[in-house]
């Protein structure tokens, strides 16, 4: 290995994103670093390496032969030395890591962490808010809440709670609904990356989406709860996301009927990777937290199922 002696570590990592991801800002999000850091970083590999990996074109980096051939092998390297990083961390009782998307962590998993820290102050919890791939059989990573349809081959998933959606709005528009039809009348937050539709909750009152007006358009649902908080129109939103809002009364659900989409939130684990005290104690709050926070409107069982 005393190739390795002239290159630089860093700049290896630095080329390998660069040519996994295919630009140098997502190499450059990824690294934690300035897209400037990575630019440097590649240059000097080149340097050391006394070869192009990279064609510049504008501001693009294009792929030459050399990191072409190179990149599989960095790859297969990098995913080595972090599952040997992980190994260190496997089977701590005193932390954990948990991924999740961030809106849930936002909206939901931060007002009720504290319960957690009460409960088992010996653990110490590491959030990390992303909805990137993440195998936690190979990086740091102990567990995952997601959302999706499941199942999910080769991991360890438990079903927590099905995911239900119900329309909110701002007192004010309430106070102009009293039947399901008159939310034809307001203008409709939208979120285009929903993985639901309206139609969901129209349906159980024989209602097209054709009666819904334009609106606002917001990527992120967070944003789109804000709006409806403002006043802006009306959302069609989910219990993780909303529940707080509902209870303190910043927003309003007009109707009890909260539907399922299909999808439920999933806590998701490595095949292989140890269980202990630690994981199992985030579980069981987990589940008995989203239970008890998140109720049932009257009603919302019945049509839900």
Not at 4 to 30: C, D
Not at 45 to 71: C, D, K, S, W, Y
Request: aromatic share 6%; glycine share 8%.
């Amino acid at each position: 290995m005393k190739n390795l002696n002239r290159i630089h570590l860093s700049g290896l990592r630095a080329v390998e994103a660069v040519a996994r991801l295919g630009s140098v800002k997502a190499a450059a999000a990824e690294l934690g670093v300035t897209v400037g850091a990575v630019s440097q970083q590649v240059q000097k590999t080149e340097a050391q390496l006394g070869v192009q990996l990279f064609e510049r074109q504008n501001r693009l980096l294009l792929p030459t032969a050399h990191i072409l051939a190179m990149q599989p092998h960095l790859t297969a390297a990098m995913t080595s030395l972090s599952t040997a990083v992980a190994t260190t961390q496997r089977g701590r009782e005193d932390a954990l890591t948990i991924s999740v998307a961030p809106v849930f962590a936002g909206k939901w998993l931060v007002w009720h962490l504290k319960n957690f820290g009460k409960a088992h102050p010996g653990i110490r919890v590491r959030v990390e808010a992303t909805i990137d791939l993440v195998d936690p059989d190979i990086s740091d990573v102990d567990l995952c809440i997601r959302v999706g349809r499941g199942p999910y081959p080769g991991l360890n998933a438990e079903k927590l709670l099905n995911q239900r959606v119900f329309p909110v709005c701002s007192p004010a528009l309430a106070e102009k609904i009293r039947k399901p039809e008159d939310i034809g009348t307001l203008p409709i937050i939208r979120d285009p990356g929903q993985m639901f539709s309206w139609k969901t909750w129209l349906d159980l009152f024989g209602l097209d989406d054709s009666i819904l007006q334009d609106g606002p358009t917001f990527s992120d649902g967070s944003l789109c709860l804000d709006a409806a908080i403002a006043g802006q129109g009306i959302f069609l939103a989910w219990e993780t996301l909303a529940v707080y809002a509902v209870k303190s009364g910043q927003v309003v659900a007009p109707f009890p009927e909260r539907p399922a989409t299909g999808m439920a939130y999933w806590l998701i684990g490595g095949r292989n990777a140890p269980k202990t005290k630690a994981k199992q104690a985030f579980g069981d709050w987990l589940r008995d937290e989203l239970q008890s926070s998140i109720g049932r409107a009257k009603g919302a069982d019945a049509v839900a199922n």
